[in-house]
């Protein structure tokens, strides 16, 4: 089956979307991004997903593309159009395509939309989450403000390539005091002895996930204690357990920082638990019925 992108309005081959040389995104990464989980055709917390949009577009003043109905719309088409059950849909909306200024276009120049939907092996990461994965820190490099969700990620994805030359699949980002920030694509969590959560505060220094805040959603129902700080990364290395998470794989435990064991150096039950039950607290969102 060949794969379809939504691109400016229109559907089109996946190989052959395209977007203009000088789209803003393109030249000066102006633009932002959501990565909603698709789980058995539905998208999960949409709503959460597109508010954090919302709030991405009016930090960096880009206009909205198209009301919140109609992405709801495109985002459900490129899903089913590339039948995706299980997997991920990718929203990107960029400043739009202007002639090469630093200065910002007028206002009023139409936003790029691109959407593309892709299917996940679950099996494979259900394997990966039995096992574990091993994370190695990099001080964090980026800009000051990686709580608007940017499709500036350079830093990532080289944090993540000197994670992947280590053998590990995930770098956690350490701010000059030595504290973790969060990972290349995901928030960072341990579990200290004494049975405690702890990621950091949400504040500029880091992304609030969208599933950082269904997590929070579960350990409150469940009342376990949490605990929205910094910690080092030697608290991490002494932590009963750790985990990230992200929308394209939820809860993944981390055995092993920087070539330490964390715990025995098996994935911990809290992770384990909050993975298996993370759906329980999800909304799930499915293409409206006009009754066609
Ligand atoms: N931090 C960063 C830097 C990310 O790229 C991501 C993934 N988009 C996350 C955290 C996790 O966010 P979410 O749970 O919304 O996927």
């Known amino acids: 089956m060949s794969r379809i992108a939504y691109v400016n309005g229109r559907y089109v081959p996946h190989r052959s979307a395209m977007v203009h040389i000088e789209d803003r995104g393109y030249q000066y990464a102006d633009a932002v991004y ?46 089913a159009l590339n039948r995706v059950r299980d997997g991920f849909v990718y929203l990107q909306v960029s400043r739009g395509v202007a002639r090469r200024d630093h200065f910002l276009p007028d206002p009023a120049l139409p936003p790029a939309v691109v959407v593309t939907a892709r299917s996940v092996d679950r099996a494979a990461a259900e394997r990966t989450a039995r096992k574990g994965i091993a994370v190695v ?51 960072a969590w341990i579990v200290t002895k004494d049975g405690r959560l702890v990621t950091r505060q949400a504040d500029s220094s ?32 002494g932590a009963a357990e750790a985990f990230v998470t992200s929308a394209s794989n939820p809860v993944t435990p981390v055995v092993r920082i920087n070539g330490n064991m964390i715990g025995d150096g098996s994935p911990g039950p809290v992770a384990l638990a909050l993975r298996a039950a993370f759906h329980e607290v999800t909304e799930l969102s499915r293409p409206v019925n006009h009754g066609k």
């Open 34 to 79: 959501e990565v909603c989980e698709v789980s058995d055709g539905a998208l999960v917390d949409m709503t959460r997903h597109l508010d954090r949009l919302d709030r991405s577009l009016r930090e960096l003043r880009i206009r909205p593309p198209m009301s919140r109905g109609a992405l709801a719309t495109v985002l459900h088409r490129t899903v």
């Open 137 to 187: 820190t990099v001080p964090d490099n980026r800009w000051g403000r990686p709580d608007i969700k940017t499709v500036q990620l350079l830093p990532n994805t080289l944090a993540k390539q000197v994670a992947k030359e280590a053998g590990a699949s995930e770098a956690w980002f350490v701010d000059a005091s030595g504290h973790v920030t969060e990972g290349g694509s995901t928030n």
């Open 206 to 237: 880091i992304l609030r996930g969208i599933t950082r805040t269904g997590v929070m959603d579960l350990v409150k129902r469940r009342n376990l204690l949490v605990e929205e700080r910094a910690f080092t990364v030697e608290e991490a290395l």
